[in-house]
């Protein structure tokens, strides 16, 4: 699970055919516009939803808090959909815990990027569970700094994971 040189992440896309609601079975195509045209089957796919990612960042920036109060993903789901994009909650099998996030993330059009990848203003990081964090941890990152419902010292934003070197995706939607 662990990678080299950046702490224990996931390698871009390890792990995440089982975060992938694509990969059940249906292939979507993809149009010169940035929408989803249509399946393998030719009917019509679901339009992807443009994102103001500027709008979320700046949400988050506004919310961010002296220290966590414990809701990092509800702060992050607040910035993405305050930028446009209704997430689907039920597609999350952790009942809301950050750690379940990938595929409601997945299914709003963000990609896992390959690990190592600088980050870039927007992108969003799902943490998975370790001793003394169940749930797990979701941010953003700004631009400058990584937030989840606090500004971070780095991905990770607790000694707990950052110790652990917890297995992190970090996601992106272009």
């Given at each position: 699970m662990g990678g080299g040189g950046g702490g224990g992440h996931f390698s871009g896309t390890k792990g995440a055919s089982d975060w992938n609601p694509f990969s059940r079975g249906t292939v979507y195509a993809q149009a010169g516009n940035g929408n989803v045209a249509t399946d393998a089957g030719g009917k019509a796919a679901p339009a992807i939803k443009p994102w103001n990612k500027e709008a979320s960042i700046e949400h988050l920036d506004k919310s961010v808090q002296p220290k966590s109060t414990g809701y990092c993903a509800t702060y992050v789901r607040e910035a993405i959909e305050a930028g446009g994009i209704h997430l689907n909650r039920s597609l999350n099998s952790a009942g809301g815990r950050a750690y379940g996030?990938?595929?409601?993330?997945?299914?709003?059009?963000?990609?896992?990027?390959?690990a190592d990848t600088p980050p870039q203003a927007g992108d969003v990081v799902i943490i998975q569970q370790a001793p003394h964090h169940k749930d797990g941890h979701a941010a953003m990152?700004?631009?400058?700094?990584?937030?989840?419902?606090?500004?971070?010292k780095d991905i990770y934003g607790s000694p707990w994971l950052r110790k652990n070197e917890t297995p992190y995706i970090i996601y992106r939607r272009t």
């Open positions: 996030y990938g595929p409601v993330l997945e299914d709003a059009g963000f990609k896992p990027v390959p990152y700004d631009g400058k700094k990584w937030i989840s419902d606090f500004e971070q």
